[in-house]
């Protein structure tokens, strides 16, 4: 599903090149479960924005799906996420005025369909996480843990087969942080490959698949 060999990214400030990723080798098959587990600076958001789509490598090669998409166009890559790929940010990146359903829906609009699909969609994916009476609740109406789960539901929006989630619980009291967690275990479950970027090995430690990484390498890969 996913394969990366020797991937780099090198990043230009000023005359400096900054190497974030220093040629690494992953392979992550359909519905697996992991964490990219390491300190900050370690390179783990960067390799999440490569796996995702949201950026590309210097060098190496990324296929997904068998699909070469290391060279592809930003329009061609915006696809590849839309379809593929949801999201989960720490900071949640809901739109504060707008309700929980309306936040969900937010993805399938620019997939199409009518706003009756949309709005049936959205209120399944929320019913999903444990949110069906919150959906006319705005993110301020909502707790920090509430607020996580609407963002895995649009996560959710467009049916990915992968979900990358970056430090999902770094915002969240101990006890949001595992219903949240809870939430990946089940989609993990139901056939979506779950990829949890993390420095808490506590949290690591929830998957049964973790891949340490330090100064933009791989230092252990480790299978449970």
């Not at 783990?44 to 060098?59: A, F, Q, R, V, Y």
């Not at 949290?203 to 449970?224: E, F, H, N, S, Y």
């Amino acid at each position: 599903m996913i394969k990366l060999t020797g991937v780099k990214k090198i990043y230009q400030m000023g005359k400096i090149d900054v190497a974030a990723i220093r040629g690494i080798d992953l392979k992550v098959e359909n519905n697996e479960y992991l964490s990219v587990l390491g300190p900050s600076g370690s390179g783990k958001s960067t390799l999440m924005h490569i796996i995702g789509c949201l950026d590309t490598p210097t060098e190496g090669e990324y296929r997904l799906e068998g699909r070469d998409v290391s060279g592809l166009s930003s329009n061609q890559l915006a696809e590849i996420r839309n379809k593929k790929v949801g999201f989960v940010f720490q900071s949640f990146n809901l739109l504060p005025y707008a309700t929980a359903l309306e936040n969900v829906e937010l993805p399938m609009i620019y997939k199409g369909g009518s706003a009756r699909q949309r709005r049936k969609r959205a209120g399944e994916l929320l019913a999903k996480v444990g949110l069906g009476d919150r959906a006319r609740h705005r993110p301020t109406e909502l707790s920090g843990g509430e607020r996580q789960r609407v963002a895995i539901a649009r996560a959710l929006a467009n049916s990915p087969s992968i979900v990358l989630a970056d430090e999902p619980t770094g915002n969240l009291d101990s006890t949001s942080g595992k219903e949240v967690i809870q939430v990946f275990d089940e989609l993990w479950q139901q056939g979506c490959i779950v990829i949890i970027v993390t420095h808490d090995s506590e949290i690591a430690d929830r998957t049964p698949r973790i891949v340490k990484l330090l100064d933009g390498r791989v230092v252990d890969d480790m299978q449970r």
